[in-house]
Each structure stands twice: as C-alpha cells, then as structure tokens.
C-alpha cells in the first residue's frame, strides 16, 4: 500500500512557474513507476508526465513538453513535478500516481493522491 499527497499547487499568472511535490508513505516507493495526471473542469483526466523508478527513463504529453519537467528523489520518497511557462489551459487539478510502468495508461496506475488545484491566470 502506498499513500500520496500532492501539494505545491497554487494561482500564478501565465507565464509563470511551480513546483507540485507528491510524498509517498508506505513501502517500496522506489519500486514504482510515478506519473502526474491532471482534469480540468468538464474535461477527463488526462496524462501528463511519468518517470520509471530509476528516474532513467521518463515520458511526457505532447501539450506540456519543453515546459513541464517530472523528477523524483527515491531517498525522500518524493516525486516533482516542475512546471515552467504555465498557460490558462494548464489550469487543472493534478494527481500523482504510482504505477507498474510509465508506458501504461491510467488504468495501470495503482494509488492515486487526493490531488492539488494549479490555477493559471491569463
């Protein structure tokens, strides 16, 4: 069993930058893969990053390449979600998920956090 909690989510003008933090309790953080998800209002949730438990290999959704960097630190059972360049479209709610791999979609993700709100003003 494996407990997240985002946080780091927040309101910042377009153009700016956050950082989300997802903790992890419970056992074998290391063993999983670890994605960041994301539903804005109406929509359905939809991938947004994923990095493998070695952080070696890593994916991300074409919509925030370039902008949006997912990183994790296995000592402190942290995964990162760095966020540059924010657009109003970037607002959403987001999740992190552990899962058995970065190439899996959502049904593949195991635990789910309660989720941080990212808010971005035009």
């Known amino acids: 069993q494996v407990q997240l909690v985002e946080s780091g989510g927040g309101l910042v003008q377009a153009g700016g930058s956050l950082r989300l933090s997802c903790a992890a309790s419970?056992?074998?953080?290391?063993?999983?893969?670890m994605g960041w998800f994301r539903q804005a209002p109406g929509k359905e949730r939809e991938f947004v990053a994923a990095i493998n438990w070695s952080s070696y290999n890593t994916r991300s959704a074409d919509s925030v390449k370039g902008r949006f960097t997912i990183s994790r630190d296995n000592a402190k059972n942290t995964v990162y979600l760095q966020m540059n360049s924010l657009k109003p479209e970037d607002t959403a709610v987001y999740y992190c998920a552990a899962g058995r791999n970065i190439y899996g979609d959502q049904h593949d993700y195991l635990y789910w956090g309660q989720g941080t709100q990212v808010t971005v003003s035009s």
């Open positions: 419970g056992r074998a953080f290391s063993s999983y893969a």
